[in-house]
């Protein structure tokens, strides 16, 4: 039995006209430095991080991962503040720079009763975006926005950055799996 599919009274010739050419016209963020605002912030206390969803706010792209947003169904600049024993310098790097892009803020959670995450919201910082492959669910190899670094904003407008290049995927064999390729000419047995 044939499956018939009908969008004929659900859109017209011109509404997918106007659908084809928006998806033609959205063009891919290019690597760089940007100044850029704090639309989200979430608190996970459990892995100790915090989830910073974040747009561009001038220039070309500006609201860029908005409309991205709209399109697609997903936010496509998130920065991960972790506050692990690890990567503690990193996270204060981070606070300060947020600190520093706008004037009378402060965001310090090391004051006696800690910093409120929902007050980053709306809160500018520099970015710097970086690409990054990865592999589509259809196998494709695609690239997507990274955050390579946060700066001051003054720094970003500066110039005062380095932009990563191309972050490649990673790819294995797929004849075999690396660890049973031995040398023909290894003096040492097969640790096996």
């Known amino acids: 039995m044939a499956q018939i599919l009908d969008l004929s009274s659900t859109y017209t010739q011109k509404e997918v006209e106007q659908a084809v050419n928006a998806e033609n016209e959205f063009e891919s963020i290019e690597p760089g430095g940007y100044e850029c605002k704090i639309v989200d912030a979430i608190l996970n206390s459990e892995k100790k991080y915090i989830e910073l969803d974040l747009d561009i706010t001038e220039g070309k792209f500006e609201g860029y991962f908005q409309k991205l947003e709209d399109r697609a169904g997903f936010w496509g600049?998130?920065?991960?503040?972790?506050?692990?024993?690890?990567?503690?310098?990193?996270?204060?790097?981070?606070?300060?720079?947020?600190?520093?892009?706008?004037?009378?803020?402060?965001?310090?959670?090391?004051?006696?009763?800690?910093?409120?995450?929902?007050?980053?919201?709306?809160?500018?910082?520099?970015v710097v975006v970086g690409l990054e492959e990865y592999k589509s669910k259809a196998g494709e190899i695609r690239t997507k926005a990274v955050v390579s670094n946060v700066k001051r904003i003054v720094d970003i407008a500066n110039g005062k950055f380095k932009i990563p290049e191309l972050k490649k995927l990673e790819e294995s064999s797929n004849s075999e799996d690396e660890f049973m390729k031995l040398d023909p000419g290894a003096s040492e047995d097969a640790p096996f």
């Not at 720079?97 to 409120?116: C, T, V, W």
């Open 77 to 126: 600049l998130k920065y991960f503040m972790s506050y692990k024993d690890t990567v503690k310098g990193k996270f204060f790097k981070t606070c300060t720079s947020i600190n520093e892009s706008n004037p009378n803020y402060n965001f310090n959670p090391l004051n006696g009763g800690g910093a409120d995450v929902d007050s980053l919201i709306g809160k500018k910082i520099g």
